[in-house]
């Protein structure tokens, strides 16, 4: 199958436009962001923020007991929610409400476990959400879980490693693999700049910064994309929307720092590069 790939460029996502803003955080949608682990408490952190910067009106953090203390105060910002102590269970009472009423969800980011993330991902998806994002190592357990347990708007963000999981095979070829991707698991992906949804059609973001490989930019770029899906942009958009977004706070911190800027940069740039275009 031919794919139809369409640069990424200002003037598409200015035609794209976004939804209005409203005069309220409860017009601009919740995210939920699912994760977290002791050894990587961070990772939600910043996928958290970065929801935030991008316009989302309001964010909550899912983690584990063991750190949902810290990671409140770390970003006060954000709602704190436990998850279950058995990630067999079911999600019940305030955290089953408000995955199920979020606008998006992201799971993922910090997990460390494939059968806790595997059964948090069955639990999420078991209470009906209308968009989920999978990151790390969601993206690890999913040929693992079987697509109708799932909800029919799924946006992926594999880096390279993640979608030679999902394919089983090497990379050979950006776009055709993206492509290929988003067909077997019926989702929107997004791959180092490479969006593709199940039809084929495909975007191409070109902007960017070598400095992104750094830790913790593929939780601001999950983070980014789930946020502009709960502000109710479609969910292929919402990928080409974060991804670009991502890659230009990059280049614009590269044209000013350099090398060596951090994740935490990152976020914080993703509201001036949205702003940069949209306004």
Same mark, same amino acid.
């Given at each position: 199958?031919?794919?139809?790939?369409?640069?990424? *460029?200002?003037?598409?996502?200015?035609?794209?436009?976004?939804?209005?803003?409203?005069?309220?955080?409860?017009?601009?949608?919740?995210?939920?962001?699912?994760?977290?682990?002791?050894?990587?408490?961070?990772? &939600?952190?910043?996928?958290?923020?970065?929801?935030?910067?991008?316009?989302?009106?309001?964010?909550?953090?899912?983690?584990?007991?063991?750190?949902?203390?810290?990671?409140?105060?770390?970003?006060?910002?954000?709602?704190?929610?436990?998850?279950?102590?058995?990630?067999?269970?079911?999600?019940?009472?305030?955290?089953?409400?408000?995955?199920?009423?979020?606008?998006?969800?992201? !799971?993922?980011?910090?997990?460390?476990?494939?059968?806790?993330?595997?059964?948090?991902?069955?639990?999420?998806?078991?209470?009906?959400?209308?968009?989920?994002?999978?990151?790390?190592?969601?993206?690890?357990?999913?040929?693992? &879980?079987?697509?109708?347990?799932?909800?029919?708007?799924?946006?992926?963000?594999?880096?390279?490693?993640?979608?030679?999981?999902?394919?089983?095979?090497?990379?050979?070829?950006? &776009?055709?693999?993206?492509?290929?991707?988003?067909?077997?698991?019926?989702?929107?992906?997004?791959?180092?700049?490479?969006?593709?949804?199940?039809?084929?059609?495909?975007?191409?973001?070109?902007?960017?910064?070598?400095?992104?490989? *750094?830790?913790?930019?593929?939780? !601001?770029?999950?983070?980014?994309?789930?946020?502009?899906?709960?502000?109710?942009?479609?969910?292929?958009?919402?990928?080409?929307?974060?991804?670009? *977004?991502?890659?230009?706070?990059?280049?614009?911190?590269?044209?000013?720092?350099?090398?060596?800027?951090?994740?935490?940069?990152?976020?914080?740039?993703?509201?001036?590069?949205?702003?940069?275009?949209?306004?």
């Amino acid at each position: 199958m031919s794919s139809r790939v369409e640069p990424v *460029t200002e003037a598409l996502l200015r035609e794209w436009g976004l939804p209005d803003p409203g005069d309220s955080k409860k017009s601009r949608g919740d995210v939920v962001v699912v994760g977290g682990s002791r050894s990587s408490p961070g990772a &939600v952190l910043l996928a958290g923020e970065s929801a935030l910067r991008v316009g989302a009106g309001r964010v909550a953090l899912a983690v584990p007991q063991s750190i949902d203390a810290q990671v409140g105060i770390a970003l006060p910002e954000a709602g704190i929610l436990a998850l279950p102590d058995d990630a067999d269970a079911p999600l019940k009472g305030e955290l089953r409400e408000k995955v199920s009423a979020a606008d998006a969800v992201l !799971v993922g980011p910090g997990f460390s476990d494939p059968h806790e993330t595997r059964a948090t991902l069955l639990a999420v998806a078991a209470t009906g959400p209308c968009v989920v994002v999978l990151d790390a190592f969601a993206l690890g357990v999913l040929p693992d &879980v079987d697509r109708g347990d799932l909800p029919d708007d799924i946006i992926l963000s594999p880096n390279k490693d993640e979608a030679r999981i999902l394919l089983g095979r090497e990379l050979a070829d950006d &776009v055709a693999d993206v492509c290929e991707i988003a067909r077997r698991f019926d989702a929107v992906v997004n791959c180092y700049g490479v969006v593709a949804q199940a039809d084929g059609c495909a975007w191409r973001v070109d902007d960017g910064d070598s400095g992104l490989g *750094t830790s913790g930019s593929g939780d !601001v770029l999950a983070g980014a994309i789930a946020g502009f899906a709960a502000r109710g942009v479609a969910p292929a958009r919402a990928a080409v929307w974060g991804s670009w *977004t991502h890659a230009r706070a990059g280049a614009r911190l590269g044209e000013r720092i350099g090398l060596g800027y951090l994740a935490r940069d990152l976020a914080r740039e993703l509201t001036p590069a949205v702003h940069s275009v949209s306004r």
